[in-house]
Structures are given as C-alpha cells and as structure tokens.
C-alpha cells in the first residue's frame, strides 16, 4: 500500500526559505517517478519538481527554476523540496506524487499517488 505524507508547510515572509518533505512507503524511487505539484483555489494542479526513477534527473516548472531544488534520500525513501526566495505567488497547496508508469513526472494525468498536500503560504 503507498502512503505519501508530505510536511514542512507553513506561514514565511517573502524571500525566506521552507523545506518540504514527503515520507513515501509502498514506493521504490528505482520503480516511481516522484514530483511535486502546487495548486491554488480556482486554478488546475500544476507540477513545479520531478525527479527522474532512471538516474535521478531533477526537472522544474520555469516559475521555479533557480528557486526550488528537489531531491531524494532513497535510505530514507523520502523527497524533499527546498524551497528559496519564496514570492507570494508561490503560496498553494503543495502535493507529493508518484507514478509508476513513467519515467519523469511532470503531469497530473501520470499521477498514480497522491499525498494529502500541505499548505505554503508566502505573505509579502
């Protein structure tokens, strides 16, 4: 059975820092793609991180890059997203996912888990 559960979120001024982590049982990081995804009220998810199951590839949204850094600790089977010069446009729900059928998981149509999400909220 996966379980994804994702912590770190909370309340930061803008241009501070969070760290997000997502615990994953029932999940080989060899066999699952994992990413992040954000969404807002109102608007569609949105995928801002993934990181390839191949060789570890890390790919981001453009409204990220040079921002956010995912990565994996495969000891502890669970993925981070470090989160820097945060903007309040960055304030949403933050998921975990993983899927099993793809290499790199940049979609939510490839999602085949979801985490319950935890709230980023960036005040100005």
């Known amino acids: 059975q996966v379980q994804l559960v994702e912590s770190g979120g909370g309340l930061v001024q803008a241009g501070g820092s969070l760290r997000l982590s997502c615990a994953a049982s029932?999940?080989?990081?060899?066999?699952?793609?994992m990413g992040w995804f954000r969404q807002v009220p109102g608007k569609e998810r949105e995928n801002v991180a993934a990181i390839s199951r191949i060789d570890g590839t890390t790919y981001y949204a453009e409204s990220v890059k040079g921002r956010f850094t995912i990565s994996r600790d495969t000891a502890k089977n669970t993925v981070y997203l470090q989160m820097n010069s945060l903007e309040p446009k960055d304030t949403a729900v933050y998921y975990c996912a993983a899927a099993a059928q793809v290499l790199v998981l940049t979609t939510p149509d490839g999602v085949d888990y979801w985490g319950k999400g935890t709230l980023v909220t960036v005040s100005s």
């Open positions: 029932g999940v080989s990081f060899s066999r699952h793609a």
